[in-house]
């Protein structure tokens, strides 16, 4: 087997190790040699001082996975065996990639520029600056006082159009619904309620026809047409 001559501290990990170990002998990672990359892991491993406890341990832990998928590639046919081959090999994969993007993006920041300076000072300003109408503060002031805000008096504005609206009575909307019924100005229900109309006019005409019906003097058909029974007085 070719000697390596290798220095721990040049590796971030026992997987930069493993991929050295691959480029030295210009193996695919698809198609690695694992029983010959295991044992060239563990005689740099042995033979290399490891200064740093923790990288240590991370190296050594690697050993002894390797130590325990090399047991199983020297049984004769072993399932495990091939699934701790497409383990490794997809580990490897991935850290190959990770490291050239890491490059890619390293040669990026170094043509970058990048400049920082301290974060400016700023005094903080308490003033409120905004101006509200004397009622919307007194209504704050209240509910934080748990007040409950004293209510207005309606002012007549309110009442107008209650009051000024036109009375229409039932009875001349009786006499109105059928002198347009006899002279055919309407001949089914929705005419009876033009959209112009105010709503007494509207109410008045309703209860007009509620009650022409219910004295036998209107009938309602088929598609709102309307009937006017001259029978009965």
Do not use: W
């Amino acid at each position: 087997m070719q000697t390596l001559n290798f220095h721990m501290e040049d590796f971030d990990g026992p997987l930069d190790l493993l991929l050295a170990l691959v480029a030295k002998n210009k193996m695919a990672l698809d198609e690695i040699e694992i029983l010959s990359l295991i044992d060239q892991y563990l005689a740099v491993v042995n033979g290399q001082g490891i200064p740093n406890p923790d990288t240590q341990s991370e190296f050594i832990e690697m050993a002894a996975r390797l130590v325990q998928m090399k047991s199983y590639f020297l049984l004769p046919k072993s399932e495990e065996a091939e699934r701790l081959r497409e383990e490794l090999t997809g580990m490897l994969v991935e850290y190959s990639l990770c490291k050239e993007i890491a490059a890619k993006l390293r040669k990026m920041e170094e043509v970058t520029f990048c400049a920082v300076r301290q974060p400016m000072q700023v005094e903080p300003d308490y003033e409120y600056k905004l101006r509200h109408d004397v009622s919307v503060l007194e209504h704050a002031y209240n509910a934080l006082q748990g007040r409950s805000v004293r209510k207005q008096q309606p002012d007549a504005q309110r009442f107008d159009p209650i009051v000024t609206a036109p009375f229409v009575s039932v009875t001349s909307r009786i006499v109105r619904v059928l002198r347009d019924l006899v002279t055919g100005r309407a001949s089914r229900l929705r005419q009876l309620f033009p959209r112009s109309a105010g709503r007494s006019q509207t109410v008045a005409t309703f209860l007009a026809v509620l009650e022409l019906i219910r004295a036998g003097r209107l009938e309602i058909g088929e598609g709102e047409s309307l009937h006017v029974n001259k029978t009965r007085h």
